[in-house]
């Protein structure tokens, strides 16, 4: 009877093991899986006669409420039960784009749950069977740091999760001031929004064992101010340790509106305190504690203390901790994660916020701005520049080839503006990547416009538009894709979960339906790939040129024409006539002689 016993116990014990390993048991309502903190029951999902569990709404940090308002996140409490992880859960706070009300091109991005300070949860979708120790996939969405959420449709982890094999996360985390006020103490330190993103990538690291996957194999990819956040996880010491690889879609903590200098961050924050009635003239840690007693919504409304095409009024600094230098020091150091990353962009990245305001734009017209137009959303687009840098930006980015076409001043406008805020610097990033040895970088163009894509044809390969085509929407009937889509749909995403398994996105297997063609990124090619739905094709060199004029002319001819002509008000000042044509003279010729040196530059 005893030997009975214990063999009953032995069962018992090997059947515990098996289900502590793989972590779901199946129920009558759904898979169960046990975390750290507790028990969770999710749903079944059926993608194309493949199955896939979903984890919904799981609390990685308790609620950032009352004395925990603008501070870094916790972690959520253990709970007794079975933790019900089947609907999506609170969005982060933030206001909706009323922009466009009821057009899908503009209500596709807003909240699709209730939007709430409670709202620091995430999401798995896991493959059934799981592979044994299968790769992770984390994403982070994008908004401008000021809004977005992981439940939106287009960021539905299921067809990856079924396709590739692979276990699909994401995370809500704060944004606007909620996320990034930064007044300079423990109580607003900043970052706030990336610290809430980093602790999901921790309880992701110390539970994704229990849905079968490996803790050693998770890779982390995003897209806009989700890119942005990809860098900075691989710029800052708290996280490296949490994930291997990075895929950037879009950005990196180089675009302009990713950092915040110290002292604006502070203006900004001072400025929101006065718009919700707290006074700034006392200690800030009062200012801060009345501010913990605004209305969410009350925040939510007033954030927007700047504007401006691409002007998101919160986002990162360096704050000494999350963020300990200036992301260019840490490239041209190496004090970074040194991993295998992958960037790209979209065709027409600046179209999107040039619907938003700049002059001329309208998605209900073809937008055929005039040249004054033209020269006015420059200004608009890269603040603070003089008259000079305008000029020399109007000529870089004009087609003087088809300079007799309507559409030319728009369209320059287009890639001026998404060359500044996305294409370079995520290039950039890129090629900093590139240079440390044994590590690969590959880069994307994506050119390809859906056949069923909601804004005016002319606006072309908008900022975002690759997303439904990395999370697979085209291979289920129901979105409304071609056939030729859903292929292409499925190319991405065995690309881009390869790249998460290995570090090299190209055919892993003979039924692999990834083309082995993407050569990696080298300085001497400067290798990319382009998507496309027609083939994708390798070639060389994206937007070499144009960011050649970013990052080794413009700031430079900004710079040194704000000091001669300071120096030319100086020269004038009191003197007779012929003295200021001498001035002018002088003046003239050293401006000719910096843009002759500052020329060869891009040689």
Not at 552 to 580: F, H, I
Request: hydrophobic letters at 40%; proline letters at 6%.
């Amino acid at each position: 009877m005893s030997a009975i016993r214990d063999y009953w116990i032995l069962v018992l014990l090997v059947n515990l093991t098996v289900h502590t390993w793989t972590a779901v048991a199946q129920s009558n309502n759904g898979p169960i899986v046990t975390t750290l903190q507790g028990r969770l029951q999710g749903k079944v999902l059926d993608v194309g006669g493949r199955t896939v569990n979903a984890f919904l709404g799981i609390p990685y940090g308790a609620p950032p409420v009352g004395p925990r308002r603008f501070k870094p996140p916790i972690a959520a409490e253990p709970w007794n039960g079975i933790y019900n992880a089947s609907s999506y859960p609170n969005t982060c706070m933030q206001l909706p784009d009323t922009t466009f009300p009821g057009y899908k091109g503009a209500e596709m991005w807003n909240p699709n749950t209730h939007v709430s300070e409670d709202c620091l949860y995430l999401n798995v979708w896991q493959p059934s069977p799981v592979p044994v120790g299968a790769t992770v996939m984390v994403w982070i969405y994008g908004g401008g740091f000021m809004s977005g959420t992981a439940s939106l449709d287009v960021y539905d982890g299921r067809y990856i999760a079924a396709t590739q094999g692979v276990i699909v996360a994401s995370m809500n985390y704060r944004t606007g001031a909620m996320g990034f006020l930064s007044l300079g103490n423990s109580e607003a330190p900043g970052n706030a929004g990336l610290m809430d993103q980093n602790l999901a990538l921790t309880w992701i690291k110390e539970n994704v064992a229990s849905f079968g996957g490996a803790p050693n194999k998770v890779s982390i990819f995003g897209e806009s101010a989700g890119a942005a956040s990809v860098s900075y996880h691989l710029l800052s010491p708290m996280s490296k340790n949490l994930f291997q690889r990075a895929i950037m879609e879009s950005a990196s903590a180089l675009s302009p509106w990713a950092l915040l200098p110290d002292a604006e961050a502070h203006r900004r924050g001072v400025e929101l305190a006065k718009a919700v009635g707290c006074s700034t003239d006392s200690d800030i840690e009062e200012t801060i504690e009345c501010m913990r007693g605004v209305p969410a919504l009350t925040i939510s409304e007033n954030e927007w203390v700047v504007w401006g095409l691409c002007q998101f009024p919160f986002a990162p600094v360096v704050d000494g901790n999350f963020i300990r230098e200036h992301p260019t020091v840490s490239l041209q150091t190496g004090n970074l994660k040194q991993t295998d990353v992958m960037v790209g962009f979209n065709n027409d990245e600046g179209v999107y916020f040039l619907l938003y305001g700049a002059p001329g734009f309208s998605k209900d017209t073809q937008s055929l701005i005039t040249r004054e137009q033209y020269l006015e959303g420059i200004k608009m687009s890269v603040m603070g520049i003089n008259d000079i840098s305008v000029d020399a930006l109007s000529f870089q980015y004009i087609d003087w080839v088809n300079f007799d076409q309507p559409s030319m001043y728009r369209d320059a406008i287009d890639n001026l503006s998404g060359d500044y805020n996305f294409i370079c610097p995520a290039l950039s990033f890129g090629k900093a990547m590139a240079s440390f040895m044994g590590r690969n970088t590959y880069q994307y163009k994506f050119v390809h416009q859906a056949s069923n894509f909601p804004w005016p044809k002319w606006t072309g390969v908008m900022h975002g538009y690759e997303c439904e085509f990395v999370f697979g929407l085209p291979t289920d009937q129901k979105n409304n894709y071609t056939q030729e889509e859903a292929v292409f749909a499925t190319q991405m995403m065995t690309y881009w979960a390869n790249f998460a398994k290995t570090g090299n996105p190209n055919k892993q297997t003979l039924e692999d339906p990834a083309p082995d063609v993407w050569q990696p990124y080298t300085e001497e090619g400067q290798e990319y790939l382009i998507l496309d739905v027609g083939g994708n094709r390798m070639a060389n060199g994206p937007r070499s040129k144009s960011c050649a004029f970013w990052d080794n002319y413009l700031w430079e001819l900004d710079r040194k024409t704000d000091d001669l002509m300071e120096q030319a008000q100086s020269c004038t000042n009191g003197a007779e006539v012929p003295r200021v044509s001498t001035c002018t003279a002088i003046f003239s010729a050293a401006i000719l002689l910096l843009l002759l040196n500052s020329a060869t530059l891009l040689l």
